[in-house]
């Protein structure tokens, strides 16, 4: 197959350097547009990210010279990319919403990070995993915005990542869930580069996240919703309650869980064999960034460990552990994922292998 050329919005950036660093030896994509804000546009990527780079292998040789194009510029992103992965940053989210349409009205396919377009009546919320079905609401989208070939795809919040796999798991095998009492402890890589201040996070726990619970709490409902009369329904058999900390993690979302079922309750052996069973469509097509195992069950006391666990299968895993009976509801577990992978560069790339598998990125 002839790759795919790439282009990725925030490429500077945390989740950005992400993408880089992951798409290196792609199978289908190849990474040809790194674009930015105007500070770094003009200049080479290794120019761009000098002194700033955080991943752990080196800079892809080949995206080292490209030069980096400002992200307003779409036009020219338009004549060398197939579609673009999106990653940048702007505290003005209508405006991302704004420029991220202009992508998709220009012909690409945009599969996106930014929180501006999960809301977006006819913008899915994909974990492939999931909700696939869900991309049947993009020839709603196009023809909404009267787009021939572009449309946009978000990814969820990264904080969610860890349990509402095994939740759709649980849920899929005949025991849904009804209530989810919800910790995050998150990793700081989560707040982008430079993030969180280091005189905050040394020695410390930060008990607030701006925004965090509110996505927490109302985006699982999205993604375990359906499409009626061509918008999405929210699932209101669920209600969820979320407190998220920031922790001094550089990766690694940890998050301890408590659930109580909806009428049927599974016993804990019942439970494990679901997560430990279960597999699903990204599997199923043999995507190139799906983990063999989605969830992932330690048996040991001391396990999920950010540092020991948020890499397992390529950082695309979910691991949990400690399942043990709840006083106040049935059950309680801790469950990790890797944020900057699963939960956004990684999460991204798989869902762009299933718009292609599915036909909608050509
Ligand atoms: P980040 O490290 O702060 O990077 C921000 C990126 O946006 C940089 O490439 C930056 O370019 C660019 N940018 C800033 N201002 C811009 C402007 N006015 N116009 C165009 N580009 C601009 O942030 P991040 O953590 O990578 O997050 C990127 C997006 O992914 C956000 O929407 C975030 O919510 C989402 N996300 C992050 C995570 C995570 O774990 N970090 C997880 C899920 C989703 P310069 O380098 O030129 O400033």
Redesign the pocket.
Known sequence: MKKLKVGIL???????QNYVRLLENHPWFDVVYVA??A??AGVTYGEAVKGRWQMPTPIPAKVNNIKVEN?DDIEKASKKCDFVFS????SDKNLVKEIEEKYAALGMPVVS???ANRWTDDVPMLIPEINSDHLNIISTQKMNHGWNKGFIVVKP??SLQSYITPIYALNKAGFPVKKIMITTLQAV??A??PGVPSLDMIDNVVPFIGGEEEKTEEEPLKILGEIKNDKFVKNNDISISATCTRVPVIDGHLATVNILFKDKKPTKEQIISIWREFKSIPQDLKLPFAPINPIIYKEEDNRPQPRKDRDNDKGMAVTIGRLRDCKIFDFKFVALSH??VR??AGGGILNAELLVKKGYIK
């Open positions: 925030g490429a500077t950036g945390m989740v950005g930015a804000s500070n770094s992200v990653a940048f940053e702007i990070n930014a929180s919040n990264c890589s989560g982008g580069y944020n900057t939960g956004a």
